[in-house]
C-alpha cells in the first residue's frame, strides 16, 4: 500500500510540475524513479524512454506506467498513470474556462512566452542527461569510456532527422536494427 502511495505521489508531482509536454517531464521523472526513489538504475531509466518513446501515446504517460507496472504491477501503473494524469485534467479544465474568458488580454501572451525558455531548458537537460548514458553509460565522463557504437548510431539518427526528415519511427527502428547487429558482431550471443 505504502508503495501505491510513494507511485501515486511521485507521479503527481511529475504531472503537475512538468511544462511542456513529455519531454520536459523527463527531468523530473529521472529525479523521482533513479535519484529520490532508487526504483531504476540510469541505465534502465534511458530503456525506459526508448520503450516510452516506441509506444503509442504521451511519453510521461507512458513512463509512468511502465514504473508502475514494474513497482507493484498493474494496481501500480493504474496508480502511477492516474497520478501523472490528474493534475493535467484539472490544469487544463481551469485555464480552458480562463483562457477563453480572457483570450484577448496581452498579460495572458507575455506570461505564455515567458514560460517557453524555461521548457526548452528543461528538455535540454533531458536530452544531455540521455545523450551522456548513451555515450558513456553510467561511468565516469571519459573519453576512453565513450560508447563508439552509441556515439554513430547518434550522429546517424540525429543527421536522418533532422536533414533527410526520415520518419522518427523509422530511425528508431533502423537504429535499434543497427545496434543490435553491430552488438552482435563485436561481442556474439550473450551467454
Known sequence: MMTLLELFWSFLQVGLFSIGGG??????IQAQVVEQHPWLTMSEFTDLITIAEMTPGPIAINSATFVGIRIAGLGGAVVATFGCILPSLLIVSILA???YKYKGAKGLDTVLSCLRPAVVALIAGAGLSILGTVLFGESAVALQNVDLVGA???????FALRKLKWNPILVMSLCGVAGLG????LHGLPA
Open 23 to 28: 519531454y520536459a517531464a523527463m527531468p523530473l
Open 97 to 99: 474556462k480562463i483562457y
Open 152 to 158: 554513430g548510431l547518434f550522429v546517424a539518427a540525429f
Open 182 to 185: 553491430i552488438n552482435l558482431l
